[in-house]
């Protein structure tokens, strides 16, 4: 008598958390499209522990598997050397014991959100961004990659002698070096406020409130906005004169960023933006001053004009770039 063993399928398990949303996805052992994704909101779920394991329920009545991951990529907003691991901008930590014994997995890779999204990079398709101004990548040559989200993340890709190797930063807590008698007072400001001014107090969503404020001064406009989707709202709708001012700074600070960048690596292979900040205004953006002050390196200004800059579409990149990370292991 033969006996039928049914096979159980191999999968992994990765996830994007930042400070505002935490997103997972299913997959299968080798494979980087996704079966299914579960999204969170950080509010809604004060504790990490308790989502994880609702989070293995869920898949299981949806994929009608009980068994664990193979392997589990954690892409999480904040520095990985640390155990445990506290997530920037958010109440969340956990330790990669705890983790473990959760999902009752061994492999478990954790990695920078910004080094996920590096990984994505290099996989997505001309479908997947929108180039802003000229310039043209040559091949072979580091690649910078910045976004706003909750935060400000940065990353790069260098290349070595078989494939790019990434490079996490925690370049979004560098300095804000304003650049005129505006952005001056702003920094100012904010200072008075937060002591130190990174980049980050102005490129990220809770930034966009923050110029805002700053920009209001004392007037009674100053708290108008709770979150940063209404200041965006208001500023495309013709609503608010000072919220329009607010992303045409942003942009052009964020421009000014990127040129940094740019330079620091010699990112002649392309500069890519993602966060989920900027798509909400995409088309603001594009026609903004971010191009020109991308640029407005003095005389390094033919240098730069020569570097492409790529504004990614693609909504669930850090998902797909934690999927391509464990598929490089494979």
Request: glycine share 10%; aromatic share 8%; proline share 5%.
């Amino acid at each position: 008598m033969r006996v039928m063993i049914e096979m159980k399928p191999s999968w992994n398990l990765v996830a994007d958390i930042g400070g505002t949303n935490a997103r997972f996805a299913v997959l299968l052992t080798g494979e980087a499209n996704h079966l299914c994704e579960f999204h969170y909101s950080v509010e809604q779920q004060p504790q990490f522990q308790l989502l994880i394991e609702s989070l293995m329920q869920q898949i299981a009545g949806t994929t009608g598997w009980s068994h664990p991951p193979s392997k589990v990529c954690f892409a999480v907003a904040c520095p990985v050397d640390m155990d445990p691991l506290v997530i920037t901008n958010c109440p969340w930590q956990f330790s990669r014991h705890d983790l473990q014994q959760t999902l009752d997995c061994d492999n478990i890779l954790i990695i920078n959100d910004f080094a996920a999204m590096a990984y994505g990079v290099q996989a997505i398709s001309d479908a997947d961004v929108t180039q802003i101004g000229i310039g043209r990548a040559i091949v072979n040559k580091p690649i910078a990659i910045l976004g706003a989200g909750t935060g400000l993340g940065m990353a790069a890709l260098i290349p070595g002698s078989s494939r790019y190797q990434v490079i996490e930063t925690e370049g979004g807590h560098a300095d804000f070096a304003p650049l005129n008698d505006l952005q001056i007072h702003i920094n100012e400001t904010l200072k008075k406020e937060y002591g130190h001014v990174s980049l980050e107090r102005l490129l990220s969503g809770p930034g966009l409130l923050n110029i805002y404020k700053a920009l209001a001064g004392n007037s009674s406009d100053k708290q108008r906005f709770q979150q940063p989707r209404q200041l965006v709202e208001a500023a495309l709708h013709g609503r608010d004169e000072t919220a329009l001012q607010v992303l045409e700074l942003f942009s052009e600070v964020m421009g000014a960023a990127a040129g940094n960048l740019a330079l620091t690596y010699g990112a002649r292979g392309g500069v890519y933006i993602t966060g989920g900040v900027i798509p909400r205004f995409e088309q603001l953006f594009i026609a903004s001053r971010f191009r020109q002050k991308f640029e407005d390196k003095g005389r390094f200004r033919p240098y730069l004009s020569n570097i492409p800059t790529f504004l990614v579409t693609r909504d669930n990149l850090g998902l797909f770039g934690a999927a391509m990370s464990l598929n490089t292991t494979e």
